[in-house]
Nanobody, 115 residues
Framework: QVQLVESGGGLVQAGGSLRLSCAAS????????MGWYRQAPGKQRELVGT???????NYADSVKGRFTISRDNAKNTVYLQMNSLKPEDTAVYYC?????????WGQGTQVTVSS
């Protein structure tokens, strides 16, 4: 079992920044990929970006150049730095990881961007 605990969401004005954190615990010895998804009201959950243990990253086109994912492998923590936020970034953001073929999700943290 893997537990993911997110923090850092909140309310911010358009153009502002937020940093989300997600700490993993439990059976984490074989974690490779960690990342973030988001789900806006009435929409499907969508990829924001992922980061491998080696530091390789992948981003959705909608956040490229504005969002940055990083990891602290020693702390089993992944971060999402969000800059130049837009109202359309408003969503619940979920941390995820895959261990031995199973996907684990955090509880989600609300990000609201006001115009």
């Amino acid at each position: 079992q893997v537990q993911l605990v997110e923090s850092g969401g909140g309310l911010v004005q358009a153009g502002g920044s937020l940093r989300l954190s997600c700490a993993a615990s439990g059976s984490i010895f074989s974690i490779n990929v960690m990342g973030w998804y988001r789900q806006a009201p009435g929409k499907q959950r969508e990829l924001v970006g992922t980061c491998t243990t080696a530091g390789g990253t992948n981003y959705a086109d909608s956040v490229k150049g504005r969002f940055t994912i990083s990891r602290d492998n020693a702390k089993n923590t992944v971060y999402l730095q969000m800059n130049s936020l837009k109202p359309e970034d408003t969503a619940v953001y979920y941390c995820m990881t895959m261990v031995l073929g199973l996907i684990y999700w955090g509880q989600g943290t609300q990000v609201t961007v006001s115009s």
